[in-house]
């Protein structure tokens, strides 16, 4: 019988090393600039009762109806809720922020998320079965600064990552859900005695999601809606007044965007501002992130009428940004030092020099197995590591130690007791050393 050959499955990856410098620097880059505008971290299950998604993002969503994945077990009981992974976080932050009466903390409550979701798509270049998102929700106060805050925050997370130069920031406003209710039934009756011109996949979004039916690729849909009513058409004066504030908030801020106004969005929950960070280049093709304001949401999911605004980046279309800009994440994972050691005194005394090595913050190796002095160097060699010690016998007996410059090629004879002290001297000292000091003071609780 052949061997199984196991693979990550279509539409997932895993995230090697290499890509996970690239993530670290990302998270760092949101952590950061958060935390600087007093959000702070909430993580949600990876799965949630699927009624959620269907509610809050809309049963005739792609994201609904075609790409959820389910959840089930084999002890489920009959009347359990059925589940499905997230395929994204604003609803199930929602969720949350209902479920802990989050409303009684001093408003907005600012939140932000790093993680996997889940999306039953068709695989292709920047669309995978598990991604990677980073999330920031503002819930609980409705002003246009506070939309120009969020998008001011990820402007600088995206100027860190050194990528803002090759985004076009799309912006738009889709009025209330009453402007959207008038704007549809208008188009619906544009549409009456024309299906027949519309592809399949547009006859079936205009009868179930008719908003859908604007974001159209099909060139014959394109056509008959340059004739259509157009969703600015039945925006209210509020919405109007809203955006036009909003983009002079952008201004003062000195945010770069472009008007666009056949911006929807894909999911239902979207009130007012929407906005999405496309690429320059290929325009609406895979955005790098999205967002825009749901000010129905939290009442739609249980909770009482409370505004939200937020966005979510995707991990992996930033990741490639990055690269194709030329941006190296720092490799933090780089090995300085390897202890080579031969005969049993030896291996005694390089376990505790690795171990007191890594204590001061240099990145240690050792080969503690029974090779031979030169196939250790060849190991060495192959972690590109800066310095090598060698204790053999002799400088056990001596107690001394063997410094090898490995780039150079030329190694002298040290104390033992010296080995630490000139390894930081060389590598620069103990400030660019890789220590990790816990900073605050714990904090004395008083039980009373
Ligand atoms: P979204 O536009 O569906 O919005 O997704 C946001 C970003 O996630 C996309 O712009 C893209 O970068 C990434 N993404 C989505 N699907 C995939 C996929 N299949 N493969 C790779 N990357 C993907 C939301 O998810 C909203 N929850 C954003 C939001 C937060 N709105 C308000 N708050």
């Known amino acids: ?120 798509d068709r695989p292709q270049k920047g669309r995978y079965r598990q991604f990677h998102q980073f999330n920031l929700e503002v819930i609980g106060l409705k002003d246009p600064s506070i939309d120009a805050q969020l998008i001011h925050v990820l402007t600088k997370v995206f100027s860190d990552l050194k990528i803002l130069d090759r985004l076009t920031m799309q912006i738009n406003n889709i009025g209330t859900a009453e402007n959207r209710i008038a704007f549809v039934e208008a188009l619906k009756d544009f549409f009456i005695g024309k299906e027949h011109s519309l592809p399949e996949l547009d006859r079936e979004r205009l009868q179930e999601n008719p908003l859908r039916v604007l974001d159209s690729k099909e060139e014959d849909t394109q056509i008959l809606l340059k004739s259509a009513p157009t969703l600015e058409q039945f925006l209210d004066e509020e919405s109007k007044l809203y955006h036009a504030t909003l983009l002079e908030y952008l201004d003062a801020l000195g945010v770069v965007y472009e008007t666009n106004p056949s911006l929807v969005r894909g999911l239902d929950y979207y009130t007012q501002t929407v906005f999405e960070f496309w690429d320059s280049e290929t325009k609406g093709q895979n955005a790098v992130g999205g967002g825009g304001r749901y000010d129905g949401l939290i009442e739609l999911l249980g909770g009482k009428s409370t505004p939200g605004i937020g966005f979510a ?5 930033t990741i490639w940004h990055m690269k194709q800009a030329g941006v190296q994440a720092p490799n933090k994972d780089q090995v300085d030092v390897f ?90 000292g103990a400030e660019s050393l890789d220590t990790y000091t816990l900073k605050d003071q714990f904090v004395e609780i008083d039980e009373d």
């Open 339 to 428: 202890v080579a050691q031969l005969g049993s005194e030896a291996k005694k005394t390089c376990l505790k020099l690795i171990s007191d090595l890594r204590e001061k913050g240099v990145h240690t190796l050792g080969a503690l197995g029974e090779a031979s002095l030169k196939s250790q160097m060849r190991l060495a060699d192959k972690f590109e590591v800066r310095y090598a010690l060698l204790l053999g016998k002799m400088e056990v007996k001596n107690s001394t130690i063997i410094l090898r410059d490995m780039a150079a090629g030329k190694q002298k004879e040290i104390p033992l007791a010296k080995a630490i002290p000139t390894v930081i001297d060389l590598l620069g």
């Open 313 to 317: 980046g995707g991990m992996e279309r």
């Open 1 to 120: 019988m052949s061997q199984p050959q196991y693979r990550t499955p279509k539409g997932t990856h895993d995230v090697l090393p290499e890509d996970h410098q690239y993530m670290t620097y990302i998270k760092k880059a949101v952590r950061h600039r958060c935390r600087q505008a007093g959000y702070k971290r909430i993580d949600t299950p990876l799965f949630e009762q699927k009624d959620i998604f269907e509610r809050g993002i809309g049963e005739h969503t792609d994201i609904v109806e075609k790409e959820l994945f389910l959840v089930s077990s084999k002890q489920k009981a009959d009347d359990e809720p059925e589940f499905a992974l997230r395929p994204e976080f604003t609803a199930g932050i929602c969720r949350s922020y209902i479920e802990h009466g989050m409303q009684q903390l001093p408003q907005p409550v600012e939140l932000y998320a790093i993680g996997q979701c889940f999306r039953h």
